[in-house]
């Protein structure tokens, strides 16, 4: 059964960084891409990166330069590192699976969730 379930959710102060984790199960992350997306209350579900099976990586203009998506094969497990976080990046960040790159705009294309994991920042 594919499930992916996220962790490293957490509060933080304006200016500090955390982890997450998605684990997968059921099928093998290596032959499909991954990404993360948030939503904040009262607004839209929007993409912040996603990383093909060759590791190519893409990012949202608003996360550039303080977000890193990376994958492990091995451990079967995405991670996103958020470093600088801001109040804005509050919101519930949900991890997603597709066997095709879907891209940051096509949410609702995305084939698997996870459950999602909140991150709250505070200023």
């Known amino acids: 059964q594919v499930q992916l379930v996220e962790s490293g959710g957490g509060s933080v102060q304006a200016g500090g960084s955390l982890r997450l984790s998605c684990a997968a199960s059921g099928y093998t992350i290596s032959s499909y891409y991954m990404a993360w997306f948030r939503q904040a209350p009262g607004k839209e579900r929007e993409g912040v990166a996603t990383?093909?099976?060759?590791?190519?990586?893409d990012y949202a203009d608003s996360v550039k330069g303080r977000f890193t998506i990376s994958r492990d094969n091995a451990k079967n497990t995405v991670y996103l590192q958020m470093n600088s976080l801001k109040p804005e990046d509050t919101g519930m960040y949900y991890c997603a699976a597709a066997p095709y790159g879907y891209g940051l705009e096509n949410p609702n294309s995305w084939s698997f969730w996870g459950q999602g994991t909140q991150v709250t920042v505070s200023s």
């Open positions: 990383i093909a099976e060759g590791g190519m990586t």
